[in-house]
T-cell receptor, first 113, second 112 residues
Framework: KAGVTQTPRYLIKTRGQQVTLSCSPI?????VSWYQQTPGQGLQFLFE???????NKGNFPGRFSGRQFSNSRSEMNVSTLELGDSALYLC????????????FGPGTRLLVL | DQQVKQNSPSLSVQEGRISILNCDYT??????FLWYKKYPAEGPTFLIS?????DKNEDGRFTVFLNKSAKHLSLHIVPSQPGDSAVYFC???????????FGTGTRLQVFP
C-alpha cells in the first residue's frame, strides 16, 4: 500500500504571495490532518478534514485554509505569506475513527523570503 | 500555551543502556497518548500509544508509562540501539476529538 504523499517537497516563496500544498492520503483513509512544524514549537495542529468537511481546527489565523476532495485528497492554502510561515508542513491520514494512529507524509518544506 | 511539554530538548545515551524520554501535559481531558519517532527528511512514524485507562503499555523494547495524577508519561527504550537515534514526539488527544496535540520533541542520540 502506498504511503501518504505530499507535493511539492520544497517550495520557496516571497512575502505576500500565496501557496497551495497537496496531500494524497493512504488509500481508504478518509481523515486528513495538517500540521506545521517549526524549530522549538514542535508540531502544531492546523486542521483536520473528514469526508470533505473540516472536523477540527487549530489556532491559526484565517490565512490558513484547507479543503478535501471526494477522493480524500486534501489541499492546504496559505495566503499573504509571512516570514514566520517558513516551516515544514506535514499531512497525516487515518481511517478517521476516534484515536486511530495517523500516518504522516514526508512533508513540504516552505521557505518564505 | 503549550499543553504538552517535553522539557528535555536532547538526550544522549550509550548503546545497550536505557533511554527514558519524558512528557508532561496540563489538560486533564486528554485520554489517549502516543509517541512518534521522526528521522530527518521523513514524516513522524507512530511508535506506541497508551489509553488513560492503563498505566503501562509495552511493545518489544519500547514501554510507555502513564501517571495520570502527575499528568506525566514516559517512554522507556531498553536496550537502546544506534538506530533509535531520532527526534521523539509525544502527543495527546482530548476525549471528544481526534486532534493530536504534540510536544516540542526530544532529540535522542544513541552512541556506541
Amino acid at each position: 500500500k502506498a504511503g501518504v504523499t505530499q507535493t511539492p517537497r520544497y517550495l520557496i516563496k516571497t512575502r505576500g504571495q500565496q501557496v497551495t500544498l497537496s496531500c494524497s492520503p493512504i488509500s481508504g483513509h478518509r481523515s486528513v490532518s495538517w500540521y506545521q512544524q517549526t524549530p522549538g514549537q514542535g508540531l502544531q495542529f492546523l486542521f483536520e478534514y473528514f469526508s470533505e468537511t473540516q472536523r477540527n481546527k487549530g489556532n491559526f489565523p484565517g490565512r490558513f485554509s484547507g479543503r478535501q476532495f471526494s477522493n480524500s485528497r486534501s489541499e492546504m492554502n496559505v495566503s499573504t505569506l509571512e516570514l514566520g510561515d517558513s516551516a515544514l508542513y506535514l499531512c497525516a491520514s487515518s481511517l478517521g475513527q476516534a484515536k486511530e494512529t495517523q500516518y504522516f507524509g514526508p512533508g513540504t518544506r516552505l521557505l518564505v523570503l | 500555551d503549550q499543553q504538552v511539554k517535553q522539557n528535555s530538548p536532547s538526550l544522549s545515551v550509550q548503546e545497550g543502556r536505557i533511554s527514558i524520554l519524558n512528557c508532561d501535559y496540563t489538560n486533564s481531558m486528554f485520554d489517549y497518548f502516543l509517541w512518534y519517532k521522526k528521522y530527518p527528511a521523513e514524516g513522524p512514524t507512530f511508535l506506541i500509544s497508551i489509553s488513560s485507562i492503563k498505566d503501562k503499555n509495552e511493545d518489544g523494547r519500547f514501554t510507555v508509562f502513564l501517571n495520570k495524577s502527575a499528568k506525566h508519561l514516559s517512554l522507556h527504550i531498553v536496550p537502546s540501539q544506534p538506530g533509535d537515534s531520532a527526534v521523539y514526539f509525544c502527543a495527546a488527544s482530548p476525549g471528544n476529538t481526534d486532534k493530536l496535540i504534540f510536544g516540542t520533541g526530544t532529540r535522542l542520540q544513541v552512541f556506541p
